[in-house]
């Protein structure tokens, strides 16, 4: 059964470039709820932390200076089929192949500095949350 909650991150490109409202405007607008969020930085040994599935991957380095070099927006989503709808909303890693009307396509630059980040399984989804909520900051 799949889950009704995934986590999102609005990446520090996002952030700087003023994007926040927006971007919350439109996951509104898809029918999801936000049930928990924050405005934090994370540092290296945090980002690092999130991001260690990627850790031998050629890119981690420069992911984690990335997502640690300025603000993020750290939100937990609930609607049916949160994952894979939100999935669809945020669009294809790289901008330039996201479909029309996603949030990668309406924010985002470059495969790197992709606007927001997005659960891609429901066991990912509660692991990401956990990592930045405590139960207590959850509100359904």
């Keep these: 059964m799949a889950s009704n909650r995934t986590f999102t991150m609005i990446k520090p490109d996002a952030v700087k470039n003023g994007h926040i409202g927006a971007i919350l405007n ?16 994370l540092s290296a040994e945090k980002a690092g932390e999130f991001y260690a599935v ?16 300025g603000p993020i927006v750290a939100a937990v989503l609930e609607k049916d089929n949160a994952v894979d709808d939100f999935r669809t909303l945020i669009g294809a890693t ?20 992709n606007a927001v980040h997005g659960s891609d399984s429901d066991d990912n989804a509660k692991i990401e949350s956990d990592f930045h909520f405590a139960g207590t900051e959850m509100f359904a």
């Design 54 to 69: 990627h850790s031998e991957r050629p890119f981690y380095g420069e992911l984690v200076e990335f997502m640690s070099s």
């Design 94 to 113: 790289n901008p330039s192949e996201a479909a029309e009307g996603t949030i990668r396509a309406n924010y985002a630059t470059s495969i790197g500095e």
């Design 26 to 41: 439109q996951i509104n607008g898809a029918g999801f709820k936000i049930i928990a969020m924050k405005y934090t930085k």
